[in-house]
């Protein structure tokens, strides 16, 4: 299963950040971390410091990396979600990246996931709409695994 502190990693990676550019981040979504928080979050799960990246903290990275990304929106923020999935993350983050679906398709295939449109509108439906499909681990990894290709291509 991917976690938030799975995902908060690639993310970091992939666009280089430091913990700087990590606490900037948050403070954009107007929310405070210390480097402290930061690196718990940062730890593999088997360090005894690790702490758990909860999603209310994962919702508010990401208001942050769309604020980061894209330039803050006049007028109050967001209200950072209770309760996270791979669907959500996944909307946050294209819209982040300011990704079109043919963007989106183009990062998965570099990942050498394959998958038409009509598949990926999917995901980004409400989840009471007939074609709403939750997203798979899997999928969202595959996302990831791409970004760090268009990213970091050297690595």
């Not at 940062?42 to 005894?48: G, H, Y």
């Not at 709409?129 to 939750?134: G, K, S």
Request: aromatic share 8%; with cysteine; charged share 30%.
């Amino acid at each position: 299963m991917i976690t938030n502190n799975d995902i908060l990693r690639r993310i970091r990676y992939v666009f280089d950040f430091d913990d700087s550019k990590m606490i900037a981040i948050f403070a954009l979504a107007e929310h405070e971390v210390t480097r402290e928080q930061i690196s718990d979050w940062l730890k593999k799960e088997e360090d005894p410091a690790y702490q758990k990246c909860s999603d209310t903290q994962m919702a508010i990275f990401l208001n942050g990396l769309i604020n980061d990304k894209r330039g803050k929106k006049e007028g109050p923020q967001p209200e950072p979600e209770k309760r996270l999935n791979n669907n959500i993350i996944f909307r946050k983050l294209k819209i982040a990246l300011n990704l079109k679906a043919e963007d989106v398709l183009a990062i998965m295939a570099l990942a050498n996931l394959r998958m038409s449109k009509h598949e990926l509108s999917s995901f980004f439906r409400s989840p009471g709409h007939r074609n709403y499909r939750a997203c798979q681990d899997q999928i969202l990894r595959n996302f990831l695994n791409g970004l760090q290709i268009k990213y970091r291509p050297e690595i």
